[in-house]
């Protein structure tokens, strides 16, 4: 009847007092007594294929389907959706979502339901992981009545996580760290020579990886070399000036063995095999016994070194 709001014309209201009543027989009927224990099935047609939700008669043949119903579920794929920024009063959620045509697993057909992406905030844009393919679970309700409603929407299946992770320890060094440390605490890089290819080890370890002997002599090396190899960052890292950033190699002069550390001072994409660099070095009153005293290392105003010369360095 209509009803006076104030508006121009009437709006009309379709009710019928009570609910509307009918029959859904035994077909849908098991579809509904399953949803309200929490589970999904579906019903198998002559042809062998599965209904989700079921149906009477097969949608290809119209013949009537068997009485086999088929437990399947409750994880599904979903095969299309239309997202909702703004959700209406009349909708399943108050918060952005989807509609999704999901098929449940062991479904040949699919259901229409609601699916929660965790968003919250009106107007949101559905986010990247939401596509055809991704995989879903119902939200079942505590309380159910035998109702399509007692699945509350669809959520994604968990395939990440963010834990926080946090670990604390202190590093030990041997007495080859522990002098390389003391050294950089005085703003000098010290290295190892090995007696056999007679190397420059930096930083020093006690031994030559190469040839496996224990090395004992000491020499200070300067603080610029040459880039051999790098890497372009996109991580944001604490110790990094900007995103991206570099992480290389450097060989300082008179090194038989590369050193890894930042690279700064110039941009990302400028960096390149054979630049030459310099350490940069923190304000004196902020040294300690490690690395952190050298900031980066920074390109100089030096001819590229030929990559012939470097190659062996890689």
């Known amino acids: 009847m209509p009803s006076d709001t104030g508006s121009t014309g009437p709006n009309h209201v379709l009710e019928f007092p009570g609910g509307y ?23 198998r047609t002559a042809g062998g294929r599965v209904l989700v939700p079921p ?36 909708h399943p959620l108050d918060r952005p979502f989807a509609w999704a045509l999901i098929r449940p ?20 844009q559905p986010p990247r992981f939401l596509k055809t393919g991704m995989r879903v679970r119902p939200k079942w309700r505590v309380e159910r009545t035998g ?20 670990l604390e320890y202190e590093l030990r060094g041997g007495k080859a760290l522990q002098r390389f440390l003391e050294g950089i605490s005085e703003g000098r890089i010290l290295g190892h020579r090995c007696p056999v290819c007679e190397q ?13 002997v224990a090395t004992t002599e000491e020499v200070e090396l300067p603080d610029t070399g ?32 590369t050193m890894l550390a930042l690279v700064a001072g110039v941009p990302a994409d400028q960096v390149r095999m054979g630049m030459r660099v310099k350490a940069a070095w923190r304000p004196r009153e902020e040294w300690g016994r490690s690395m952190d005293n050298i900031k980066w290392f920074e390109p100089i105003d030096e001819p590229d070194v030929p990559f012939e010369e470097i190659k062996d360095f890689m």
């Open 21 to 43: 009543t009918r029959s859904v027989g035994p077909v849908i009927g098991r579809f509904l007594s399953e949803l309200r224990d929490g589970r999904l099935v579906g019903v």
């Open 200 to 212: 420059v080890i930096v930083p020093m370890k006690g031994l030559c990886p190469r040839d496996g």
């Open 226 to 257: 040459t880039v051999t190899t790098f890497a372009v960052n996109n991580i944001p890292d604490p110790r990094a000036p900007d995103v991206p950033f570099v992480s290389a190699y450097v060989l300082l002069d008179g090194a038989g063995l």
């Open 55 to 90: 149906s009477e008669h097969d949608p290809d043949t119209g013949e009537d389907v068997t009485d086999e119903f088929v437990e399947v579920g409750p994880v599904g794929t979903v095969t299309t959706w239309s997202w909702v920024a703004h959700p209406a009063k009349e």
């Open 147 to 166: 109702a399509i409603g007692d699945i509350e929407c669809f959520r994604p299946e968990v395939t990440v996580i963010n834990a926080p992770t946090r």
């Open 105 to 124: 697993d062991g479904a040949d057909t699919a259901l229409l339901h609601a699916l929660d992406v965790g968003l919250f905030e009106e107007g949101a």
